[in-house]
C-alpha cells in the first residue's frame, strides 16, 4: 500500500510539472502563431491520441512518462504547405524562437511561485528554532550557544522556523565564512555568535548539517509512557499496552522516553527485559526489537511511540503566514533564492568542490514525494514546488537537447547572423544525449546506493 501510495504520489507531481512545462510552449507558440502539430506527454509509442482545436492539435500520453514535448510546424522536419509557411517554427525571428524556448522553464517557475504563494497565504505550520544543548566540542559550543535560546536572525536574514535555519545555514555554509547568528535568550535578551564554519567538508552537506554544527532542537522531556502500539508491531505482540511506564530495561533504569529508544536501537535482534508499571502494578515484558537497515546499519524497533503532552510541545509550534502582497513578494524571492542556490550547486559539482553523490534520481523524487503526500498536502505542495524549480533550472543549462542548449543555438544566430549548420547541431545533439546518460547514470547509481546504504 506505501509504494503504490508513494507511486501515485510521484507520478501526480511527474504529471502536473511536465504538462505545466509543455503549456508553457504550448501557450507561447500559439501566441506568436506557430502551429502546434503535437503536445505529448512521454516519450516513444503514443498510447492515446485525440486531436482538437482550430489546428487539429493532436494530445497523446506516450510510452514512456518521464518528459513531454510539443512538436511543431518546421520545414526541418517535414514538407510545408505554402499557405503555412508563416506558421513555421523555423521561419519565425530568433526572438521568438527564444521566446517560445524559455517559456517552458518560466512556467515551471511560475507555478513555484503561485504554490509558495498559496501556501504563505494559507499559513506553513513550522518549528520555532529554539536550541537544545550544544554538544562539548562542537562550532555551536565553539559559538557560545544555549539550550533555550532562539535563533532569530541569520547574516542579518530573518528567521521563524527551524526549516529557515536549515535553508539559511546551508547557503552560508558554502561561502565557508565565519555565520554572524542572533538569537534571543532566556530572559529576552538579545545574544550575537560567531558561528565558525571552516572545520566542515562538502560532504558535511549531506544529511543532517545542523546536527554536524551541533545546533540541536530543543526537545521538551517526554517520559517513557506508551501512547501507540502497531497492531502488529513487536511491543504488541509482546504485551505492552498504551499508558505503561517503562521504567527500566534489562535492569538498567530508564527516566525519559529518549532513553527507552537508545536501549532498543541499540539492541536489534536481542532479548530485551522490560520492567513496566501499569496502574500502578509492576510487570515484566519479554520482547526482541525487530532489526531494520537504517543509514546502512542495523537499529532496533518494536513498533511503539511515546505519549506526548501536547502542552510540552505547543511552545515549540508555530505558523508563517502573510497578506496576499506580502505572501507574493514572499514567493517570488524563495523562488528566486532556490534556482540560485540550485545553480550555485551544480556549478560547485562540476569543478569538484560538491560530491556528486548529491545527483538525485527519480527513485528519490518518488521516494520523497511519497514522504512528503504522507505529511499532508501542504508539504506535498512545496515538494511540487520545489521540484517545479529544480526543473527549469534543469533545462536552462546550455546543454544541447534541453531548452537552455537550444537558446545557445540562438544566442550564435544573434552574434553570427545566421543560423548554426546542421552539423553544429548534429554534433552538439551527439554530445548532450551523452552529458545526459552520464548524469542519468549518476542519478540512477546514486538512488541505488542510497536505497542499500541508506546514505
Known sequence: MNLLFTLAAFALALGVLIVVHELG????????????????????????????????????????????????????????????????????????????????????????????????????PGIRPMLGDAPPASPAAAAGFKAGEVITRIDGEDVATWQDVHWLLLKKVMEKHAIEIESRGTGGEIRFHALQTGSLGTD?????????????????????VIGKLLPDGVGARA???AGDEVVGVNGRPV???????????????????????RGGVARVVVLTPASEMEQGKAIGKIGAGPWVDEALFAKLATEVRYPPARALDEAIAKTWDTSLFSLRMMGKMVVGEVPLKNISGPLTIADYAGQSAHMGWLPYLSFLALISISL????????????????????????????VSERAMEIGQQVGMALLMVLMAFAFYNDINRLLTGQ
Not at 34 to 42: A, D, E, T
Not at 261 to 271: F, H, L, Y
Not at 393 to 406: A, K, M, R, S, W
Open 25 to 124: 510552449h504550448f501557450w507561447v507558440a500559439r501566441w506568436c502563431g506557430v502551429k502546434v502539430l503535437r503536445f505529448s506527454i512521454g516519450f516513444g509509442k503514443a498510447l492515446a491520441v485525440w486531436k482538437s482545436g482550430p489546428d487539429a492539435t493532436e494530445w497523446a500520453l506516450s510510452a514512456f512518462p518521464l518528459g513531454g514535448y510539443v512538436k511543431m510546424l518546421d520545414e526541418r522536419e517535414g514538407e510545408v504547405a505554402p499557405h503555412e509557411l508563416s506558421r513555421a517554427f523555423n521561419r519565425q525571428t530568433v526572438w521568438r524562437r527564444m521566446l517560445i524556448v524559455v517559456a517552458g522553464p518560466l512556467a515551471n517557475f511560475m507555478l513555484a511561485i503561485a504554490l509558495y504563494w498559496m501556501l504563505f497565504m494559507v499559513g506553513v
Open 204 to 224: 558535511d552537506l549531506d544529511g543532517d548539517l545542523l546536527e554536524k554544527l551541533g545546533l540541536t532542537l530543543f526537545r521538551p522531556k517526554v517520559r517513557p
Open 239 to 241: 504485551g505492552l499496552q
Open 255 to 277: 527516566a525519559l522516553w529518549q532513553d527507552l529508544v537508545r536501549e532498543v536501537r541499540n539492541n536489534p535482534g536481542q532479548m530485551l527485559r522490560l520492567d513496566v508499571k
Open 392 to 419: 527549469g533550472v534543469l533545462n536552462l543549462l546550455p546543454v544541447p537537447l534541453l531548452d537552455g542548449g537550444h537558446l545557445m543555438y540562438y544566442m550564435a544566430e544573434i552574434v553570427k547572423g545566421s543560423p
